[in-house]
DNA sequence: TTGAAAGCGCTAACAA
DNA sequence: TTGTTAGCGCTTTCAA
């Protein structure tokens, strides 16, 4: 029942507990029949040596910490499947951590990461507008730090990111090509690296087809639970847009509900395409053109480089890794 | 940089280690003012306890690990929020693992976890038709498990699920009651209690309507990724049932890209209803009649009673804990 | 190739 | 109310 230590297991042996530790990280001296003697008793007797132990004594824990704004979202799920798989090819463990978009929730989740729990951070930030004094004292703390998605824009940082700003150009340009001019673009109500340079290539996209920017037509969506909805259907039955561009899976989702209950067509009286990873977006009614992120490849870039920067393996010579976004066109741009 | 430990923390205050470490677990047998004192000089420092030391001494570390078949599926992720939270009010730590639907990953995974790193864990089990010896090792090592969902069906283990067979036996009884005669049910391929128990609902409304089961009608999806599509495609094609019931989501989706190559109009040719917590079920194309499970609360409840019984706090009476599913009623069965 | 021993940073029993 | 101290289980230096 109680677990046995490395004591106890030297003592059935016979040998020192420095001889037994040893053959459990295949030190080269040893004898390789003493150490298969002593592995065979180990799992016969299912001996595991204590992690806590180990960690204090080499002051790693072999541990990451993964912070997320958000986790029903299928970027950051579909990141996170790609951040546990190399974590655990390269013998970590993940531990998560969910702000649900909240600054104050982030900061304190931040600060209570202690160094001796986890050898480095992968983060994904709730609102880059506020104080991000957090972000500093863990460097200070010593703990490497990774940015994905949602980046503190800090050269001093690793961040691991989409085109974002090309992705989002060329998602508008789609829709000037379509002979769209009145072109909303649906984002959040806060600083956002990645909101900022999406909305920059739209911006851009307006500027080289020579539409001027319309500031009526940037709806910036609260970040609060209920009055979202609300919010866009007035925005939408107030513009009328031709088209929408979205930087946010779940505002595609909420015009889609709008667009039902103010009985416009899609795409006849309104075309959208919209960041997202949603699985089921050739499915939607009607299928969901899409900008899609290489959410999984974005997650297990970040989480390698984090564990090389804990390892002190040659990391990257630049410090911002961007991975292209692809445009998948649907019937909710080209019906 | 380095972080200080609390010797110097009580050097600098001229009070010994015990002391100071009294002020960080609020002992009684301290004066407030020099727990402020001490307090103060902490956040000025920076000083944190170091996890590893206290976890090697109290014998617990705060940490519990969830282990699941997979992520990229809304009912996991939403249970997962659920234990998150849970976990995070009660100051535990949550390390996640996934088995991707591999029962040997599983038993990898299960059997790396050690006593000293984790203190419980909560565990949806990827099949249950293969040896679960890893399981009774858990409990062997001492550890507390409470599954979810696809649970181990054991009478010493707390398990949270939905009420399986009663929501399926609903939604079956609901195509019924359509006037549907040839319904099929997809299952997957594979041992799974929750499985089980849907299948078994699905049998008893048939029997309870006077209709002869018919096992071509079954159809239980092999879980490897390439052949899914290909199988079940074939099988609508073959077997051109009236009705679908779907004990899994992602089958569910798969049935609307089949009916869409098939040409067979839903609800019109086919109606589907499938377990599923996809938040884009009602604008699906055509909307989707769910199984809704309480996957938050599931989480959330699974979460707690894992917690209780590690702290040794009164549980449950019952080990079993049942959430009731609810039917969402849409186009894809009523249009 | 093996062993002795110090010490990682903390908690808790006990003494003062 | 505060302090002394042993020891949680391991790794690692150094000696044998």
Redesign the pocket.
């Known amino acids: 029942m109680d677990p046995i230590?490395?004591?106890q297991l030297a003592e059935k042996l016979?040998?020192?507990?420095?001889?037994v530790?040893?053959a459990?990280?295949n030190s080269?001296?040893?004898?390789?029949q003493?150490?298969e003697r002593i592995l065979a008793l180990a799992r016969e007797l299912n001996?595991?040596?204590?992690p806590a132990?180990?960690s204090?004594?080499?002051?790693q824990s072999k541990t990451l910490a993964v912070i997320l704004p958000a986790i029903d979202n299928t970027f950051f799920v579909q990141a996170l499947k790609g951040i546990e798989t190399v974590a655990r090819q390269r013998g970590y463990h993940v531990l998560i951590y969910v702000s649900y978009d909240d600054h104050d929730q982030e900061v304190a989740l931040t600060n209570s990461l202690q160094r001796g729990r986890i050898d480095g951070v992968l983060m994904s930030i709730a609102d880059a507008g506020k104080d991000l004094g957090h972000l500093s004292e863990l460097g200070a703390k010593g703990i490497p730090v990774v940015f994905f998605d949602r980046v503190y824009e800090h050269d001093d940082h690793f961040q691991v990111t989409t085109n974002d700003r090309e992705s989002a150009y060329s998602a508008t340009a789609h829709l000037l090509g379509l002979g769209c001019r009145r072109i909303a673009h649906l984002t959040l109500d806060r600083s956002l690296s990645i909101a900022d340079r999406r909305r920059q290539g739209y911006l851009d996209a307006l500027r080289d087809y020579g539409i001027a920017e319309d500031p009526d037509l940037v709806f910036a969506c609260p970040v609060d639970a209920e009055q979202k909805y609300e919010a866009l259907h007035a925005f939408l039955a107030r513009e009328r847009p031709e088209a929408v561009f979205s930087s946010f899976e779940n505002l595609a989702l909420l015009t889609y509900q709008a667009c039902a209950s103010l009985a416009l067509r899609i795409p006849q009286d309104l075309k959208i395409i919209s960041f997202s990873n949603l699985e089921a977006a050739p499915l939607l009614s009607p299928a969901l053109s899409t900008v899609h992120q290489r959410a999984y490849e974005i997650g297990s870039s970040a989480s390698g480089i984090l564990i090389d920067l804990i390892e002190q393996k040659p990391t990257p010579g630049f410090r911002k890794l961007s991975l292209p976004a692809t445009l998948e066109l649907r019937t909710s741009t080209i019906g």
């Open positions: 230590n490395i004591r016979n040998l020192s507990v420095s001889t530790s040893k459990f990280r080269y001296d040893i004898n390789p003493t150490r001996y595991q040596p204590n132990a180990a204090l004594r080499t002051q």
